[in-house]
């Protein structure tokens, strides 16, 4: 895209504009030069707690190629700009492995454990590419479109349990956790009576408050689950996913046990949190903007757009991502070092105002096209799951409103929310709901 | 329009097929193939939205 080799003419493009006019040595070097060092953090100002943090804001204004302080001694660039996240998350010579010199680890808790790093995640090119393929087609839009009525059936399910419920009752555990869960643990073909202890092992594993002997513990916990699904799928076969991957990769000796085990403990926790995050916080949303509601009710705006506006304002995946430069490259005005860390904000670029306008939860406000934004991250690491994650959202939220017309919050105050802490991906800890 | 894939950077997302379903498809490895390798003028739209879409810049237009 817009990241070119720096022996290009783009690399006058340096000296212009005010930052950085000195181009750092490596990351730490950089820190000293850059006037806006501050700490990476992603704490939401205090009466606005759907919002980005404000210094994302001020960044993309001043300084889009900024460079912030992580954990005790790290530091690593943080991009801002929509444009510029796009460009560094197309470029594969930003490298996804936390084994690439200068990879941005601190704050990244387990990123560089043995089992993470044989991921597609944690992966490049062609590595990358051959992992990928292995599962691709099991998300493909018509793969999906085979999920579909299980999918809804048991979005359904879930739906009509909450009516035997107590009130007013928690919509997170009932089901925004649920049903992903449910969907994620059929996809695989977790056999019925592990879900629970899937579900257990899968919330302990996105948990990131973890030390790091707590990470390796549950990492090799549920490696020893996995390994233990994958002896079933060998002995007793299904038509599931595992049992795909079992009998054409691992048995063909494409994959080691640790590398399938790696996938699933992949595909669990990037699928499960994440599209759980998000029902709970479109429903807030929706519920917190009756207008829109009323929008959708009416026809006048499609559950399509919603979906999309609520996945581009919400960016669910806020710790990153995070690349690490293979060699020197451009960035829009700035040069990236060979061996420097960068993070390609998707929570910031998501909220570009010189691309979607005033973002705040406040503004929410559901476009009749549907916005092209970032959520799903761009470049060969695109969330695999996008198209699930989608067919999830867009079945089940207009499902909830219609089933549920009068569902409303407990408490309308914002600022007493509580957010699920210490975990890898945004979500709201509860959500009290009468129906 | 003349359209080409670079299968090496293909991704299996899907988005091309989500925005331009009569001119391109997956095979069972989840890599995009064309059905219409030179689509009429009418997909243009659809091929647009799925070049914009596409993550790797897999597809490209060779003239026109």
Known sequence: MDAVPVDTDTRTDTSSGSQPTTVPDSAADGAAACPHLRKYSLTPPESRPLDEPDYFGELRRECPASTVALGDSGSSWLFTAFEDVKAILADTRFSSSPLTPGFPLEGAPGSDAPVAVSTMIRSDPPVHTRLRRMVAKDFMPKAVEGYRDFVCATIDARIDSLANLPQPLDLIESFALAVPSDVIAKILGVPEEDEAMFQELTERMTTLSLSREEQYEVISEFAAFCDRLISLKESEPADDLLTRLTHEQLLTGELTREQLAGFVIMLVSAGHDTTAGMFGLSVLTLLQHPDQLELLRSGARSWDSAVEELVRIHTVVRMGPRRAATEDIQVGDTLVRKGEGVIASILAANHDESQFGPSGFADFSIPEEKPKHLGFGFGPHQCVGQNLARLELGYGLPRLFERYPNLRLVDDDITRLRFREGRAFFGIRELRVHL | ?64
Not at chain 2, 6 to 15: I, L, N, R
Not at chain 2, 17 to 36: C, N, R, S
Not at chain 2, 44 to 64: K, L
């Open chain 2, 1 to 64: 329009m003349n359209l080409t894939i670079d299968v090496a950077k293909c991704c299996g997302s899907g988005q091309c097929v989500m925005a331009a379903p009569e001119v391109f498809d997956q095979d069972d490895d989840g890599v995009a193939f064309l059905l219409d390798r030179t689509p009429p003028d009418t997909e243009r739209a659809n091929v647009d939205e799925a070049i914009a879409s596409c993550p790797t810049g897999a597809i490209t237009v060779v003239d026109g």
